[in-house]
């Protein structure tokens, strides 16, 4: 065969092909599950604004493209759609009432193993119990969508908004999710983006469980219980994104190694960072501003760079349980608000040390009443003997140089950022 033709030959065989795709509308009162049936590989089918009661199943590659955005329901039964072929567009619906059986992981949409390519986008996915179950589906798409859980249940047991297991290379953009258990659970799933979506009002905005290679970018997460939790993964990047007003943390690094975290705003959380047996992470350059704990920080905690960072106006801000002092800031230091100490030659950085905890921070950690006195001579008192008899001093996160000026200079505007209620 003639080398210089083939070109040419993949050429015709795709336009051969795309001659042989047709449009089927779907109007009002007619069978949409019959349409999608009849449909043949490659096909559009076009539904025109109205409501229509179907679980669909889409077993073969074609485009679902919604007009002026009609409603497709469930009935309350099984998956609104299930999809078991690769190459699958969905577009433009509004998809609701999926069952409500945890165990057979009713969704909206659901993405069965193989559904490769697959392409959800623009669409509003409202009183499922999953949003969407992507299982063993490569290389999918899902942005722009509007995903809400069954409001009316409590939060054990509604489902996830996303759920994405075992699938490698997804696109999670754009997409807003409420409501729900967690907005995103990712589990077992390598070298994703998650760039651009709003996850609020649910537990966790985002669950990552053992996956690796993934970036988490641009993202807001607000009012949930947690704005997203790291567990057992390595080499991510976390960067740009801001979490705030969450009810307990707003990022937890959890089992988390060889990884980045910079350019965050973590604000108005009760805790900004929760970091738990951490090694080899990078954080650099976030903005920890108005938590009641800026960072909680305990067993094996190290290795870590942790540097250009501003804590701002935190009521703590570290809490750290360690039995030795843990070195942060290397050569560049952080910049704490409530830092006491000079900068005599003017360069910038402090001439001395910033310590986060002492003796009367544990004490009041361990008996809270005791903040009550805090201002009275004796704890003051307390406080300079343990600064003068290193026996009394208790380990501490310790900044060698501190730095004298944040690098955020609108970290106001991320005051007041609280959990509603």
């Not at 619906?93 to 909206?108: E, T, W």
């Not at 965050?264 to 976030?286: K, M, P």
């Not at 942790?306 to 952080?334: L, S």
């Amino acid at each position: 065969m003639n080398l210089r033709l083939l070109p040419a030959l993949c050429t015709a065989l795709l336009l051969a092909g795309a001659a042989h795709a047709a449009t089927l509308q779907v109007q009002p009162g007619q069978d949409l599950a019959a349409a999608v049936r009849a449909a043949a590989p490659g096909d559009t089918v076009e539904v025109a604004r109205g409501q229509y009661r179907a679980n669909l199943l889409i077993n073969k590659p074609l485009i679902l493209r919604g007009i002026d955005r009609p409603t497709i329901s469930g009935g309350n039964q099984g998956d609104t759609i299930r999809v078991t072929a690769t190459d699958v567009t969905i577009e433009g619906l509004i998809v609701r009432d999926s069952g409500s059986s945890l165990q057979g992981q009713n969704a909206g949409i659901y993405l069965y193993p193989g559904s490769d390519r697959a392409v959800v986008q623009h669409c509003d996915l409202t009183y499922n119990l999953f949003g969407l179950w992507i299982e063993k589906a490569n290389d999918v798409r899902i942005e722009g969508n509007t995903i809400t859980g069954k409001r009316d249940y409590d939060s054990g047991r509604r489902g996830n908004g996303i759920e994405l297991y075992n699938s490698q290379r997804a696109q999670i953009i754009g997409n807003n999710i409420s409501f729900v258990r967690d907005a995103l659970y990712v589990d077992v799933s390598h070298h994703a983006v998650f760039r651009g979506n709003k996850l609020h009002h649910s537990r966790y905005g985002a669950h990552y469980m053992s996956s690796y290679y993934n970036l988490w970018e641009d993202n807001d997460s607000y009012y949930n219980r947690g704005g997203l939790a790291l567990m057992e993964v390595h080499n991510q990047t976390v960067r740009g994104n801001r979490a705030w007003g969450n009810a307990d943390h707003g990022i937890m690094l959890r089992s988390v190694q060889d990884s980045v975290v910079e350019n965050n705003i973590v604000a108005g959380n009760q805790r900004g960072f929760f970091i738990y047996d951490v090694e080899y992470v990078t954080l650099r350059h976030n903005l920890i501003v108005d938590n009641f704990v800026g960072a909680h920080l305990s067993a094996g905690v190290k290795n870590n760079v942790v540097e250009k960072n501003d804590f701002i106006d935190n009521r703590q801000q570290i809490r750290y349980i360690g039995t030795k002092d843990e070195a942060w800031g290397g050569k560049i230091g952080n910049y704490w608000s409530n830092y006491i100490g000079w900068d005599r030659d003017g360069n910038g950085i402090g001439d001395v040390p910033y310590t986060a905890n002492d003796m009367v921070d544990r004490l009041t950690w361990r008996y809270p009443g005791m903040k009550l006195l805090l201002a009275s001579p004796a704890v003051q008192a307390l406080r300079l003997v343990g600064q003068q008899f290193p026996v009394l001093r208790v380990p501490s996160i310790v900044d060698a140089h501190p730095r004298m000026h944040p690098e955020h200079t609108n970290w106001s505007l991320w005051r007041g950022k609280y959990f509603p209620g």
